[in-house]
């Protein structure tokens, strides 16, 4: 008798049973601190996450971002259940990056090659090259206003069209439209409205 294939749900937890992003060491979030970003840690449900993949249909045409990625649980599911191109995570954490890094390698057990299409790095997500996404998201829940503001001109520096998913409004800015608004379930609350932008 053969056994039935994991879930991507099945195969998550089995990559993240001993990998936890929600706390890191005071050095590490003096890090992040300094950046003007945010050490606190949450995470969109994995069916909140089905959901919002669905809604965004990704292709193999798409380059999906997640700013800080944390330990990449977004990116992993995105390439498991997904046909995008290529799936980036960007992480000011180094404890938090190097535990991503550990579950892309261990996903290369349940979907060979996934590795070719994802991958993370331990950057600023204020000062990293986004000129080919075409997806961006990020949990910006946590972020400062001014954050949000700083964020909000960079992102709207950029030259190509792409949708902007974020967990926080932006601040008022015509090259910004909003298309959709969903309602998804986080570690933190239900129902947390995720604001689409193009």
């Known amino acids: 008798m053969t056994k039935a294939p994991l879930s991507t749900r099945q195969i998550i937890n089995r990559i993240y049973q001993d990998l936890c992003g929600f706390t890191i060491s005071t050095s ?5 601190k300094q950046s003007k970003g945010s050490p606190v840690y949450g995470e969109i449900n994995p069916a909140a996450l089905d959901q919002l993949l669905t ?6 045409n798409d380059i999906f971002y ?6 990449g649980k977004v990116i992993i599911q995105t390439l498991l ?5 290529q799936a980036i995570g960007i992480e000011l954490s180094k404890e938090r990056f190097h535990l991503a890094q550990t579950a892309l390698e261990r996903a290369e057990n349940y979907l060979s090659g996934i590795s070719l299409r994802g991958s993370f ?27 949000m503001h ?3 001109r960079r992102l709207a520096m950029l ?17 910004f439209k909003p298309i959709k608004t969903l309602k998804l379930d986080m570690s933190w609350a239900r129902k947390v409205a995720v604001h689409i932008y193009q």
């Open 28 to 32: 590490d979030a003096k890090l992040v």
């Open 55 to 60: 809604y965004l249909n990704l292709n193999p």
């Open 66 to 71: 997640d700013l800080g990625s944390g330990v």
């Open 81 to 85: 259940s997904s046909s995008v191109g």
């Open 121 to 147: 790095k331990n950057q600023d997500l204020l000062t990293v090259d986004l000129s080919e996404a075409s997806v961006i998201y990020t949990c910006s829940t946590a972020f400062s206003e001014a954050f």
């Open 150 to 152: 700083k964020l909000t």
């Open 159 to 175: 030259s190509q069209p792409f949708r902007l998913v974020s967990l926080q409004e932006l601040p008022n800015d015509p090259r």
